[in-house]
């Protein structure tokens, strides 16, 4: 199978780069084949656009291509193992690469990873879906969980993660629904864990700039303000007008 595994981490389990079909169209350009779900995420150019927290996902195992970027300095990016029972649980590891069309890095669901010097970056996802039962089950539309930049290693969270793979007649529907339901209104969220219980931080993108629609796209990662944070982490309300506001999900 040509989309076979090019170099696997064995710092971090389940790490990899995997070749992907990359059909060239001239000595400069390609196609890149995608998959049952694909997403791009778009750093905008001459902006600071540096992700403030790290990413863990439950239900999702990222597989990112990264397409272009500006400037030649490399891409630098940090991963920590939280998943339970990991035989490489709580390791870090350090990973740099340039843009590369032709691979794609495989990000194990339960795997924190935080992408550094991505100014300009343009990242194809072909992310695989999973699912679980019950206690184990995540929501697709909010299966992120952040976890602040500067947090020592040792107090990385420990997670379970979803077991079985989505099958492949689910994501359609998967991505319908998400669809149906999107809120223009609303920048993407972040999310903390607080003792088990998920603090989310939104904020109203129009509240107070009707131009919403031709702002960069990197302001909904916008660096979250300390005071707010601090106060989310300590589970109280921030209820200042404008403000981004924190509540509780079960």
Same mark, same amino acid.
């Given at each position: 199978?040509?989309e /076979?595994?090019? $170099?696997?981490? /064995?710092?971090?389990?389940?790490?990899?780069?995997?070749?992907? +079909?990359?059909?060239?169209?001239?000595?400069?350009? &390609?196609?890149?084949?995608? =998959?049952?779900?694909?997403?791009?995420? +778009?750093?905008?150019?001459?902006? #600071?656009?540096?992700?403030?927290?790290? =990413?863990?996902?439950?239900?999702?195992?990222d597989?990112?291509?990264?397409? /272009?970027?500006?400037?030649?300095? %490399? +891409?630098?990016?940090?991963?920590?193992?939280? *998943?339970?029972? &990991?035989?490489?649980? $709580? *390791?870090?590891?350090?990973?740099?690469?340039? %843009?590369?069309?032709?691979?794609?890095?495989?990000?194990?669901r =339960?795997v924190? $990873?935080?992408?550094?010097?991505?100014?300009?970056?343009?990242?194809?996802?072909? %992310?695989?879906?999973?699912?679980?039962?019950?206690? *184990?089950?995540?929501?697709?539309?909010?299966?992120? +969980?952040?976890?602040?930049?500067?947090?020592?290693?040792?107090? !990385?969270?420990?997670?379970?993660?979803?077991r !079985?793979?989505?099958?492949? !007649?689910?994501?359609?529907?998967?991505?319908?629904?998400?669809?149906?339901? #999107?809120?223009?209104? #609303?920048?993407?969220p972040?999310?903390?864990?607080?003792?088990?219980?998920?603090?989310?931080? *939104?904020?109203?993108?129009?509240?107070?700039?009707?131009?919403?629609?031709?702002?960069?796209?990197?302001?909904?990662?916008?660096?979250?303000?300390? &005071?707010?944070?601090?106060?989310?982490?300590?589970?109280?309300?921030?209820?200042?007008p404008?403000?981004?506001?924190?509540?509780? $999900?079960?």
């Open positions: 199978m040509y /076979s595994v090019l $170099h696997e981490y /064995s710092e971090i389990g389940g790490l990899k780069w995997i070749r992907n +079909i990359n059909i060239p169209t001239g000595p400069n350009s &390609s196609i890149l084949l995608g =998959g049952l779900a694909t997403t791009a995420e +778009i750093r905008a150019p001459g902006y #600071y656009t540096e992700y403030s927290v790290w =990413g863990i996902h439950l239900a999702t195992d597989n990112l291509t990264f397409v /272009s970027k500006e400037g030649n300095d %490399p +891409i630098i990016i940090s991963f920590v193992d939280c *998943r339970a029972g &990991s035989p490489t649980h $709580h *390791r870090y590891l350090e990973v740099v690469t340039t %843009p590369d069309p032709r691979r794609r890095l495989v990000v194990p =339960g924190a $990873h935080l992408p550094m010097n991505v100014r300009g970056l343009i990242t194809i996802n072909t %992310p695989q879906l999973y699912w679980d039962y019950k206690s *184990r089950f995540v929501s697709l539309e909010i299966d992120v +969980i952040n976890v602040e930049r500067e947090r020592p290693l040792d107090k !990385f969270p420990t997670y379970d993660v979803c !079985f793979r989505l099958p492949q !007649f689910f994501y359609p529907p998967a991505i319908a629904n998400f669809k149906a339901r #999107y809120n223009p209104l #609303y920048q993407a972040f999310v903390f864990d607080r003792s088990g219980r998920l603090a989310v931080l *939104r904020k109203l993108a129009q509240a107070d700039n009707p131009d919403f629609e031709d702002l960069p796209f990197e302001l909904s990662h916008a660096t979250i303000p300390s &005071s707010i944070l601090e106060r989310v982490m300590a589970n109280e309300p921030t209820s200042s404008g403000e981004q506001q924190a509540y509780n $999900h079960s």
